[in-house]
């Protein structure tokens, strides 16, 4: 993206490059080497646009311990926001002349969990791959705090997950599909017999067992630890994992109890396990989320109606 304006003000000029520095230095964790690489420039030249920028404010941008770069200051995280709303119209504005040249080709980037990248989306990107077949999909998987801040960021141009994507005004957020979680055990378990009571298994007595199930922050972990707490008990987790193919591995194997996403249940690659309703930890809703103030490209829109139809026919 190449960026050569000068926004003149009464007691500003302004570069887009120096904003642009300050962006790129934020995303890549404040490390100036990585993103000079990025922007194939030097560390110095960034050096010199921050040092620019700081001069016209008046005021430094970054906390600074020596010569590293540690974070913002009061005045940088002010200014962050419209520096990352700039470049989200830029991004639109990109984004309509690629798709006036060639509204087939491009690159789609999906930041999403595992799980949804695991058991949700598979046919959706075959379906998606199907219709658009000069389309790079670039799937980048990690937890949903960091989701919502790669599409606010723009390092993601959709972002796919049941936490985090609601609690920001910046993000313009799309139902996907609802889900609950499932308990699974050995076939051989004394808690199979639960399998078929249609109300599943109590919480005491799921709270009397060693659980295995998701690390802090994933697929509802945070309600199911609020969940226990309200009730009084402090369950026995063993192991926490962010791969239900893990946990179901080591429930497999007789480590303990596995508290998992409901779509994460794969019968046929567990055929030794089964699964146990559990209404107590509630319904949980997947969002499919965009920057609200920017415009992504028409086979981005094709990508979420894609997963909305899927969503329909459940």
């Not at 005491?204 to 008990?233: Q, W």
């Not at 480590?255 to 559990?278: C, N, R, S, W």
Request: charged share 20%.
């Amino acid at each position: 993206m190449a960026i050569d304006i000068v926004i003149n003000q009464r007691h500003l000029q302004i570069q887009l490059k120096q904003l642009e520095t300050v962006w790129h230095t934020v995303v890549n964790g404040y490390n100036l080497s990585q993103a000079a690489e990025l922007l194939h420039t030097s560390q110095s030249s960034l050096s010199k646009q921050i040092a620019a920028l700081e001069n016209q404010l008046k005021a430094d941008v970054f906390t600074r311990q020596g010569k590293r770069l540690t974070g913002l200051t009061p005045i940088g995280r002010a200014l962050l926001p419209h520096i990352e709303a700039i470049f989200a119209e830029i991004r639109t504005i990109e984004n309509l002349s690629l798709d006036f040249n060639n509204a087939q080709a491009g690159t789609l980037t999906v930041a999403t969990t595992h799980t949804q990248a695991r058991y949700v989306l598979p046919q959706i990107v075959k379906e998606f791959r199907e219709k658009f077949d000069k389309v790079n999909l670039v799937l980048q998987q990690a937890d949903p705090e960091t989701i919502a801040q790669m599409v606010i960021r723009g390092q993601a141009d959709i972002g796919i997950a049941t936490e985090s994507l609601l609690n920001n005004a910046v993000l313009r957020c799309h139902r996907y599909y609802d889900w609950s979680h499932v308990v699974i055990v050995p076939k051989t378990h004394e808690l199979a017999e639960f399998a078929d009571v249609p109300d599943g298994i109590d919480l005491p007595t799921l709270a009397s067992y060693p659980i295995v199930t998701y690390h802090g922050g994933f697929t509802g972990r945070g309600t199911i630890d609020k969940v226990f707490e309200n009730a009084g008990f402090s369950p026995d987790i063993v192991l926490a994992a962010l791969d239900s193919d893990v946990i179901s591995t080591y429930v497999s194997s007789g480590l303990g109890v596995g508290i998992i996403a409901e779509m994460a249940y794969q019968p046929k690659h567990y055929p030794d396990l089964v699964a146990i309703p559990v209404n107590h930890f509630g319904r949980f809703t997947s969002w499919i989320a965009v920057r609200d103030d920017s415009e992504i490209r028409k086979f981005g829109h094709e990508f979420i109606k894609l997963c909305q139809a899927q969503f329909d026919q459940n």
